[in-house]
């Protein structure tokens, strides 16, 4: 069964930062198209950070600048450095990985990510 294992969320002071990680078992890491998604209270689920085609990276509007999406193919893990937090990143963020060979996705279970004095 393959797993997808998120990390490093918790409280923050607004201008802080935190990293997440995302680490993935039972599967070729190298794969996998990993992505950032989070969902905030009473809101859909959205995409935060990915990579493109080209070997770059895309970033929601309300991000950028102040997230960096990276990942370590040797060490099976997809990370999320987020600098300068706003109240408004406030959300449960999950890993999201799509099988290029099979094309089944997988969700991590969340973490919780609060920013708040």
């Known amino acids: 069964q393959v797993q997808l294992v998120e990390s490093g969320g918790g409280l923050a002071q607004p201008g802080g930062s935190l990293r997440l990680s995302c680490a993935a078992s039972?599967?070729?890491?190298?794969?996998?198209?990993m992505d950032w998604y989070r969902q905030a209270p009473g809101k859909q689920r959205e995409l935060v950070a990915t990579?493109?085609?080209?070997?770059?990276?895309n970033y929601a509007d309300s991000v950028k600048g102040r997230f960096t999406i990276s990942r370590d193919n040797a060490k099976n893990t997809l990370y999320l450095q987020m600098n300068s937090l706003k109240p408004e990143d406030t959300a449960v963020y999950y890993c999201?990985?799509?099988?290029?060979?099979?094309?089944?996705?997988?969700w991590g279970q969340g973490t919780q990510v609060t920013v708040s004095s």
């Open positions: 039972r599967i070729i890491f190298s794969s996998l198209r």
């Open positions: 990579f493109t085609n080209g070997g770059g990276t």
């Open positions: 999201h990985g799509l099988s290029l060979i099979t094309t089944r996705v997988y």
